[in-house]
């Protein structure tokens, strides 16, 4: 029997950012610091292009964790923010799920850090619960690679797909005809190579124009 594929729709698909704490940030260490901040926000610019609810979170952030990067708060300055006292899972914070239930969507875009606790243990919780779950891998981080597959296994065996914020923006979006500058300019501002594409594509269409 052939495996249904199940496409993300920006009309039933919600984002959520665990954890994007400064402190935590400082545990990252499968992905270098800028390369990791530039997917985490390219994945909020894909969150507000296409008007996808967002809804935000943070563990313990008065201690070590400390506070959500501003990007994203200022970015999401009208989205739900719970600031959780305590539980390392956000699902088992009742305001974090009413939120999540609140938006209406039944697929669930995850970031977060860590990878195998912040992100693992609130997609397996959500999947319980009948949502379909999508992992942005390169938006979540944790220690060292061995943490890293460990905890992508235990998601996909589970029943999460694993996504980085490329295929996220290219399936959402369909067909380039839908917007080409709109999609372009998110890949150029987040894929240096990309620009790269963009900008030589540019020079040449006016050489020929």
Known sequence: MAAKYNRLSKNNAAVLFVDHQSGLFSLVRDFSADEFRNNV????DIAKYYNLPV???TSFEDG??????????????DAP??????????WDNEDFTKCVRDTGRKQLIIAGIVTEVCVAF???SALEEGFEVFIVTDASGTFNESARYAAWHRMSNAGCQLMNWFSVASELHRDWRNDVEGLMNILSNHLPDYRNLVTSH????????
């Not at 926000?41 to 909020?44: P, Q, T, V």
């Not at 923010?81 to 956000?90: D, E, S, T």
């Not at 540019?202 to 124009?209: G, L, N, Q």
Request: aromatic residues 8%; charged residues 10%.
């Open 41 to 44: 926000l390219a994945l909020a």
């Open 122 to 124: 609130p997609a397996l």
């Open 55 to 57: 809804v935000l979170t």
């Open 64 to 77: 070590p964790n400390g506070p959500i990067i501003p990007e994203l708060k200022k970015m999401f300055s």
């Open 202 to 209: 540019s020079a040449t269409s006016h050489i020929f124009t």
């Open 81 to 90: 923010y719970i600031a959780r006292p305590g539980q390392i899972n956000a």
